[in-house]
């Protein structure tokens, strides 16, 4: 395996690209552009994992990070370097922050956002 990509669909593709890539701070690899005003914009998060979790180990993450039941079936999470600054950043680009950061029994300072395209984001700070 050499890459792993997550392909989201945005029904604002301009908010999205400007949220992930300039206000989330996601280079920009490629972008193309096709027929029909078909648009992609292909942005480095930088190392990929694949976490696979069962239910209750959903519902624990969900207690942990937010104090309830509140994570679709898909959720992304982003490794940032200060995780306070960054959710008021991106709140301010107009995420909802569902929840402030906390520090997590795992030892990182997560927080909760509602963010473009549909997506629901945890940004942590690993703190050991």
Not at 33 to 52: C, F, M, Y
Not at 77 to 95: H, K, M, N, P, Y
Request: no cysteine.
């Amino acid at each position: 395996m050499r890459q792993l990509r997550l392909v989201v669909e945005a029904d604002d593709y301009e908010q999205a690209v400007t949220f992930y890539r300039d206000v989330l701070g996601l280079p920009e690899r490629a972008a193309f552009q096709g027929a029909g005003d078909a648009r992609v914009a292909i942005l480095d998060a930088g190392r990929a994992t694949l976490e696979i979790v069962n239910p209750a180990q959903k519902r624990m993450i969900d207690e942990v990070e937010v104090g309830r039941q509140v994570a679709p079936h898909l959720r992304v999470a982003f490794e940032v370097d200060d995780t306070t600054a960054r959710t008021s950043t991106l709140e301010q680009a107009g995420a909802e922050v569902v929840a402030a950061p906390v520090r997590t029994p795992w030892n990182s300072l997560n927080a909760r956002l509602h963010a473009p395209a549909g997506l629901q984001i945890t940004l942590f700070q690993e703190l050991s």
